[in-house]
């Protein structure tokens, strides 16, 4: 059986351009969930991307779904594709890659392994997936559901929530998360660069951090015991 609902709502251009400055790794400096799992990881890892999720559930051995979908999908959406578990069959490979590229797809992240990576490496279609795998899927047309809640790396996700993926992971944010976690992340990014300056000046890391204090001051407490 096939579920298949309407496209979710896209995430302002002018948000996704102010996601897309920020670092996935700057944002697991406050935020400590809606990370997917480590495993999945960038065939690209230069990328930095984000997009409005649609999601995808495609059970087993089956993509006749992900083959329907990209006949329906805008540019700036980002597939998010739950695959039920199964670790065995690529549903991703080079001609759904190009398919994606063509349709406008800024992204895909999927629960499982994808193949052809030399296609995707071709094409420069930014893709997270669980790594390679030679089995593919088939077109067996049995089941799938679309813009549904999914679940992948671990996290939940809802169609029209936004994704920032990049070589570091790939972050889930609400739609009303987004600005707030951008301006954000981006203040704590230039502070680095002042960081990085001070370093340069020759001062110490620890003495710019405060660390050397805190290890200091836990050491004389200990003392004084």
């Keep these: ?42 065939v690209l890892p230069e990328k930095r991307i984000a997009g409005t999720a649609v999601t995808l559930r495609i059970p087993g051995a089956d993509s006749t779904l992900l083959h329907h979908v990209l006949a329906l999908v805008r540019p700036g959406d980002f597939l998010v594709i739950d695959r039920g578990g199964d670790t065995k069959h690529a549903c991703w490979g080079g001609v759904v890659t190009n398919a994606a590229k063509l349709a406008g797809v800024v992204g895909a992240v999927i629960d499982g392994p994808a193949t052809d990576f030399g296609e995707i490496r071709r094409c420069d279609m930014p893709v997270w997936c669980a790594g390679p795998a030679p089995i593919t899927t088939k077109l067996l047309g049995l089941e799938g559901a679309f813009n549904v809640p999914v679940s ?61 204090e805190k290890v200091a001051a836990a050491m004389g407490a200990v003392a004084a015991e």
């Design 152 to 212: 992948v790396g671990g996290q939940a996700v809802e169609p029209g929530d936004a994704v920032l993926a990049d070589e570091s992971g790939v972050l889930f944010l609400k739609p009303d998360q987004c600005l707030a976690v951008a301006e954000r992340a981006i203040a704590m990014q230039e502070r680095e660069i002042t960081v990085l300056e001070r370093l340069r000046n020759g001062e110490k890391l620890p003495d710019i951090t405060g660390a050397s």
């Design 1 to 42: 059986m096939f579920q298949i609902n309407p496209l979710p709502p896209q995430i302002s251009r002018s948000t996704i351009e102010r996601l897309q400055l920020v670092e996935t790794a700057t944002v697991g400096h406050f935020l400590h969930t809606q990370f997917a799992d480590s495993r999945l990881r960038a």
